[in-house]
């Protein structure tokens, strides 16, 4: 399967910026849809972005859309997620995951992706 490794969670002040990365190795590559998840203590993970390896097309939940932006850099390979006017509400463990086949329906749902990687806590002060 190959791995996946978060870069860069850290600690912001709320309105910050951060831009968290997830290196891909080896056999996870040949995935074609890279996602950015986020879990709360004692709930589920929740999707925020994914996007296609290809043709780079993205989709973004609503907790999402308009702060955060995911891309991908194939040179690397990385996928990158550059987080906006973050609020304490935002704190949490951040996930990078892959999958390589799975239903547009269901693309925000962890159940879809079959490698992730470790985690990496982001933290919101107010």
């Known amino acids: 399967q190959g791995m996946l490794m978060e870069l860069a969670g850290g600690s912001v002040q709320a309105g910050g910026s951060l831009t968290l990365s997830c290196e891909v190795f080896?056999?996870?590559?040949?995935?074609?849809?890279f996602a950015w998840f986020r879990q709360h203590p004692g709930r589920e993970r929740e999707g925020l972005a994914v996007?296609?390896?290809?043709?780079?097309?993205?989709w973004y939940a609503d907790s999402a859309k308009g702060r955060f932006i995911i891309s991908r850099d194939n040179r690397k390979p990385a996928v990158d997620l550059q987080m906006n006017n973050l609020q304490p509400g935002d704190t949490g463990v951040y996930y990078c995951?892959?999958?390589?086949?799975?239903?547009?329906?269901?693309?925000?749902?962890?159940?879809?992706?079959?490698?992730w990687g470790q985690g990496t806590q982001v933290t919101v002060a107010a």
């Open positions: 080896g056999s996870a590559d040949v995935n074609n849809y």
């Open positions: 995951a892959a999958a390589r086949y799975l239903t547009l329906s269901r693309i925000l749902q962890e159940t879809m992706y079959d490698t």
């Open positions: 996007i296609e390896k290809g043709e780079g097309t993205t």
